[in-house]
DNA sequence: TCCTAATTGAAAATGATAATCAAAATACAT
DNA sequence: ATGTATTTTGATTATCATTTTCAATTAGGA
């Protein structure tokens, strides 16, 4: 459903683009697309190693950002210097909630606070193409 | 005034903390406080060696590190790999909107959004320590 | 199948920041 | 003012995630 429409997608993108499609993008677009949420790089890296020993961290790479341009996936920075990736259909949209003790991430939308955003750049004249909106801070375990 | 104020708040946090006050760390505070917000530390050295070609670039970083600890600056992180350092006075805080065109940066605080992240926290469980609200997109000027 | 262009993986390069370390400077106690 | 322990500096080197390079491999159309 989701899964083959983000498939679908990227696939088509594939196509557009002149690009080609491989038996490395296939298998990991299948486990980015079932892994959880912001995984960084390197600890997608990892875990996909264990199962496609032969995959090279430079396609992992390569090939998370064709996922990002292609529409699929998305490119977060918490600030910690990795950059993680998660994978959303066009449209989809949300903002995070990070814990700073645990490194638990709650998502989140408010259509409310999007709209302030909006009124705000319109008063500066500004048009809105992104935005990032992050609260860092304990969750409910680790505030004990 | 708002000048000094930080000047005073650094001279405190050095000796509360056991440091040195030195010729370097003056003339660094003294350029960084009279110079534009939101400068990479790269900008703020070249800048600075102008007038001050003896100061290492190693012991800028480590000195605009020491602003943010004492309180009277702030780390940002654009995600263009850049690290930047805006002076502010305890409890001032603002948020930034971005144009991705001519790299312009406006300043705005909402107190609405503000307090909608608070509820969004809440209803999640979590306590706020801090935020990041960025909002990408065209300045008046770069929408043409 | 053949051919061309794209892709891959290992290794090297990059780029921003952090760590190292001998020499210099600072803050105190004398 | 002088000595002295401690901190700081600046040049250099290291780090670390990501990107680039490039020869070998692969994909996919003719
Ligand atoms: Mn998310
Ligand atoms: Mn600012
Ligand atoms: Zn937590
Ligand atoms: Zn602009």
């Known amino acids: 459903m989701k899964r083959d429409m983000k498939k679908e997608v990227f696939r088509e993108f594939i196509a557009r683009e002149g690009l080609k499609s491989t038996r490395q993008r296939d298998i990991i677009l299948d486990f980015f697309l079932s892994?959880?949420?912001h995984m960084s790089v390197e600890e997608l890296?990892?875990?996909l190693r264990a199962r496609h020993p032969g995959i090279g961290y430079a396609t992992v790479c390569r090939t998370l950002k064709l996922f990002a341009q292609?529409?699929?996936a998305h490119e977060?920075?918490?600030?910690?210097?990795q950059t993680r990736y998660e994978h959303?259909?066009?449209?989809?949209?949300?903002d995070h909630l990070v814990c700073t003790g645990c490194g638990a991430i709650a998502e989140f939308e408010n259509k409310t606070i999007e709209?302030?955003?909006k009124?705000?750049?319109?008063s500066h004249g500004f048009i809105i193409h992104s935005h990032k909106l992050e609260l860092y801070g304990l969750c409910a375990?680790?505030?004990k």
Chains 1, 2 share one sequence.
Do not use: N, T, W
């Open 115 to 117: 709209d302030l955003q």
């Open 45 to 47: 890296y990892r875990k």
């Open 141 to 143: 375990k680790c505030r």
């Open 88 to 94: 959303l259909v066009e449209g989809e949209h949300h």
């Open 70 to 72: 292609s529409g699929i």
């Open 76 to 81: 977060i920075h918490f600030g910690d210097g």
């Open 35 to 37: 892994s959880k949420r």
């Open 119 to 122: 009124d705000v750049a319109d």
